[in-house]
Structure formats: structure tokens, C-alpha cells
């Protein structure tokens, strides 16, 4: 329970420090927003009366604590609410995330029993983050559909393969596998039995790279211009549109402490080692 708290208030005061990070930095970003929509032809009354039409005369601190993902936080580009345009966008965004993991994690699993081959994938792909490999798959395949999914997975495959590769060999090492080759377990269920005992592992990896697959997706939407949190965060950025901007990355830090989270838990259900520390350390 205390660790439970502790997590808690960890992930409450995270929240708060991205948000007030994200606030002071988007005020001091150069350009002024109404300069942006109305051009240097706008004069002061124009730009002024802009402002307010956006409430961004108000106090600052009345800013600040109004909330980001609220109803009544309108974009201030596309005068819808934010939290609408993020839900629109998170679908694009998460099937990106998760097929490229799923793509990066097929090869990784299938080299682990050939490490020659594996190693050498890894010292192929290790040069390449998503900036990179993308602008060469452009170039190389044009328009193909499959790039971005290509891109983001080659720029997370070699951490999962190490990853994979450390558990696996840390794993083989325990006596209890020995123990049950003694006994006359079947090879198929000794590899069951592994594959059960790396579960906790995989999730660990998956947690580990949250913050890596955001990042990647981002720079990877923006890349092939393809629709989804990342470019909805390039447009608010190079509109100064500091609504949406503050509500993207608030939602984006709620979503990996989130993660972070379900993880931690699924691993305290998975691995009974875990909840037999747990307990105990509260005795």
C-alpha cells in the first residue's frame, strides 16, 4: 500500500512539473501567435482583439489552471477542443506504436537461437534513428505504404533484441532448468516453461521503451506526414498554439506514467518472486 502511494504521488507531482515545464517554455517561444494567424499586415487593435477572442490576456496564472484537456480548451488554430483533437489523432498514433513494436519484436525473438546473425542486425540497424532510415527508405521505396511502420521498427529493434537476448541467457543460467532436463521434462515444455519465465521480462522491455516509441512515433508522423499525435504536435509548435501544445504533452506524460503503471502491475502479477518480496517487506 505505501508503495502503491508512493508511485502515485511520484506520478502526480511528474504530471505537474511536465505541465508547468511545457507552460513557461511555450510563453517564451519566439513569435507571437497572433502574428502568425494574422500576418504583419495585422495591426495592434487587430492582434489585440485576436488575443482576447483566444483568452490569452488573461493572467497568466489563470492560465495555467485552466485545464488543458477541459471542454472549454479550444485549439487556438482550429477552435476545437483539444482533448478532440487528440482523441481524433491517438488511433493513427497507437496502431503506429504497437504494429512497429510488434514488427521489431517478430526478428528479435527469431534470432535470439542464432546471437552471430542477431549481433550483426543489431550493428546494421543501431546507426539508424527514424530521422535516418525513414529519409533513406524515401528515397530508396518512394511511397510505400509499410515505411513508416519500417522506419520506427528498425529504430527499436536493437534495444529489444539485447533486451531479449540479456533475460534469455540470465534465465538459462538458473538451476531449475538442470533440474527439470534431469527429470525428463520434454524440450518443448522446458521452452514453454522459459518462454513463461521471459513474460516478465518483455513487459519490463516494452515499459523501458514507452518514453523511445513516443518519441519515435513523433518524429516518424512528422517525417512521412502522416496523421497522429506527432504531426498534430509539429503543427502546434509551428503555430504556437499553446491550448493544444500544453494538452499534447500532458496527455503524452499521463499516457507513459500511465504505461509505466499498468506495467509495474502486470509484472507483480506475472513473477511470484515479486510478490513474495513484496510480502516480506511487509512483515
Known amino acids: 500500500m505505501i508503495s502503491l502511494r508512493k508511485r502515485l504521488l511520484t506520478a502526480l507531482v511528474t504530471l505537474v512539473g511536465v505541465y508547468s515545464l511545457v507552460f513557461c517554455l511555450a510563453r517564451f517561444l519566439p513569435a507571437d501567435p497572433s502574428l502568425i494567424h494574422l500576418g504583419e499586415r495585422g495591426s495592434n487593435v487587430d492582434r489585440g482583439r485576436w488575443l482576447r477572442s483566444r483568452n490569452l490576456q488573461r493572467p497568466l496564472g489563470e492560465q495555467f489552471f485552466s485545464f488543458p484537456l477541459g471542454k472549454e480548451n479550444l485549439s487556438l488554430f482550429r477552435r476545437e477542443p483539444v482533448r478532440t483533437l487528440v482523441l481524433r489523432s491517438l488511433p493513427q498514433t ?70 531479449l537476448k540479456k533475460s534469455l541467457q540470465r534465465e538459462q543460467s538458473r538451476p531449475y532448468l538442470l533440474g527439470l532436463a534431469k527429470i525428463g521434462l520434454p524440450q518443448r515444455r522446458i521452452r514453454l516453461h522459459l518462454f513463461r ?70 509484472l507483480y502479477l506475472l513473477d511470484p518472486r515479486l510478490r513474495r518480496r513484496s510480502y516480506e517487506g511487509s512483515l
Open 197 to 266: 519465465r521471459l513474460l516478465p521480462a518483455l513487459l519490463t522491455l516494452g515499459a523501458l521503451q514507452v518514453e523511445g516509441l513516443l518519441t519515435g512515433t513523433i518524429i516518424t508522423e512528422t517525417l512521412f506526414s502522416r496523421p497522429g499525435l506527432g504531426s498534430l504536435l509539429a503543427e502546434a509548435v509551428r503555430r504556437r498554439d499553446y491550448p493544444l501544445l500544453e494538452g499534447l504533452v500532458l496527455f503524452l506524460a499521463i499516457v507513459t506514467v500511465l504505461l509505466n503503471f499498468i506495467v509495474d502491475l502486470a
Open 94 to 163: 497507437l496502431s503506429l506504436a504497437l504494429f512497429s513494436w510488434i514488427l521489431a519484436l517478430i526478428p528479435a525473438a527469431l534470432l535470439l537461437p542464432l546471437p552471430k546473425m542477431g549481433e550483426t542486425t543489431v550493428l546494421l540497424s543501431t546507426p539508424f534513428p527514424p530521422l535516418v532510415s525513414g529519409s533513406i527508405l524515401m528515397v530508396v521505396f518512394s511511397s510505400w505504404r509499410f515505411l513508416p511502420f519500417l522506419t520506427l521498427a528498425i529504430a527499436l529493434y536493437p534495444n529489444l533484441y539485447r533486451g
